[in-house]
């Protein structure tokens, strides 16, 4: 099994390269999907959660309230800290169980928003960063999510610079042109992956 990091900046396009590679036959491992999923209504995340924090952190639809958790937690790191410890051992399992039921031979893709934030490159076969000029993130985060040009620069900021991400990358897929010309980058890169698999 390869086990393939991909990662990237708000707005460089790592979703579509990933859901690409789904389309090409990769198991698509999405951290973040996952983390949203071990705390659903009804599951022992959720209630565990709640355990912790109150009642106060859920929606009147019994939905965990993301905004009211964050503005708890990003604001004092032992309560971050607290969360992580609730989440991240969930979110481990889950990935381990995605893990056991992929083919041997099957190429694994750990969609990893803050692998280089985190320190992660070592766990992984090859990483791939999806990289564009800031300027670019900005232009797309403001087309596709309407989000004002301050804001879009606060969270590109708040991660890692490009430097950091393409010092760990193996493969860097540049996304400043036409979905034309990331299909084609994205195949290329497909095939560097197969071949990579097929050495074992």
């Keep these: 099994m390869l086990k ?6 708000i707005g460089s396009g790592k979703s579509e390269v990933s859901k690409r590679l789904a389309a090409k036959g990769a198991v698509v491992i999405d951290a973040d999907r996952i983390a949203r999923e071990v705390v659903e209504p009804g599951t022992p995340g959720l209630a565990r959660v709640v355990a912790a924090f109150g009642e106060g952190v859920l929606r009147s639809d019994g939905a965990l309230d993301r905004e009211k958790l964050g503005s708890i937690v990003f604001a004092d790191p032992e309560r971050l800290a607290a969360l992580n410890s609730i989440v991240h051992p969930l979110v481990g399992e889950r990935v381990a ?12 893709v750990y969609d990893v928003p803050l692998l280089a934030e985190n320190h992660l490159a070592p766990m992984y076969d090859v990483v791939i960063v999806v990289d564009a000029a800031d300027e670019t993130r900005i232009r797309r985060l403001a087309e596709h999510r309407g989000m004002p040009e301050a804001d879009a620069k606060a969270r590109i ?4 610079a490009r430097e950091e991400r393409l010092a760990v990358a193996d493969i860097v897929i540049l996304n400043e042109g036409s979905l034309a010309e990331l299909d084609a980058r994205v195949e290329e ?6 071949r ?5």
């Design 4 to 9: 393939t990091g991909l990662t990237g900046g």
């Design 157 to 160: 900021a708040a991660q890692a």
């Design 196 to 200: 990579r698999a097929a050495r074992g």
């Design 97 to 108: 169980e995605l893990q056991s039921r992929a083919a041997d031979d099957a190429i694994t």
């Design 189 to 194: 890169v497909w095939e560097e992956l197969t």
